[in-house]
């Protein structure tokens, strides 16, 4: 009767065990993979950017579900299944291309209306588990080169001080400026910001200073040169001297020999006429 119990309990507990594993097989379980928070892309009027996880998927992918999100507004996008991708929104229309199995989709000729927030919804091949993936585009105005303007507030023999102000032609809430000064291979930065002061001595005016205008997806740059408006006083003033100097040496043997000519002449005239 003990073996007879024993037995029994053992094959209930085989058989819990043998349920466990089928209530956790792979294919009757439906698990949602999502990650942490929404992959930031930055893309340019005109230009393509492309939409795509950051780590490679542990399964071959069975379809895709791609959605839009403006204004609060969910958009179906696009499916990809059977390897091939349907654009569900008329937005996208010959838009929109997808590779990796539909992971990762690619948007051509971007408008300023594309940015918003973009989901896309992967089903593993072999079982019901998804991944879910969320991305935030913005676009943006290609940025224009951007120009710098020169006051001038002292000038001294010693010292140059002036101001530099940066601008560009484009949307300035979506622009960043920062300096830099570049002399003799090496770079020095300077506070952000659109407007600098400096002071410079003449040893450094043959320097240059770089204004960097950026916004998340693209960039320009403008340059100035000090010697370009820095007076050269110390170079003119050693070019003076230098020239000063040799003034004197080619004058003063010149009027070395006249003097010594004169003499000459006035003593031979007054030897003529004692002779007389």
Known sequence: MTRTLTTYKLEMLLGCEKLLLCLL??????????????????????????????????????????????????????DYRNQRLSIRHSQFSQRL??????????????RSEDTGSYTAAITLQGTTQTVDLSFTLTVYEPVLTPDIKMEMEQISPDWCNFTLHCSAP?????????????????YQPYPNGTTIRVSLQPESWDGEYLCLVQNPADQKNASI??????????LTKGIN???????????????????????????VTRNKKNLR
């Open 25 to 78: 097989s792979p294919a009757l379980l439906t698990v949602t993979v999502s990650q942490v928070g929404p992959i930031q892309v930055y893309g340019l009027i005109t230009q393509s950017v492309s939409l795509a996880p950051t780590e490679p998927l542990a399964q071959p992918v069975e379809e895709v579900s791609w959605h839009y999100i403006s204004n609060g507004t969910r958009h179906r996008l696009a």
């Open 225 to 234: 040169a000090p010697r370009e408006f820095c007076p050269h006083t110390r």
């Open 170 to 186: 484009t949307n300035p809430s979506a622009l960043s400026y920062s300096w830099m000064y570049r002399h003799k291979g090496r």
């Open 241 to 267: 001297g230098k020239t000063c100097w040799i003034k004197v040496f080619i004058t003063l043997p010149i009027l070395t020999a006249l003097s010594l000519s004169v003499g000459v002449l006035i003593i």
């Open 97 to 110: 291309d997808a590779d990796n199995s539909g992971t990762r989709l690619w948007i051509r000729e971007l």
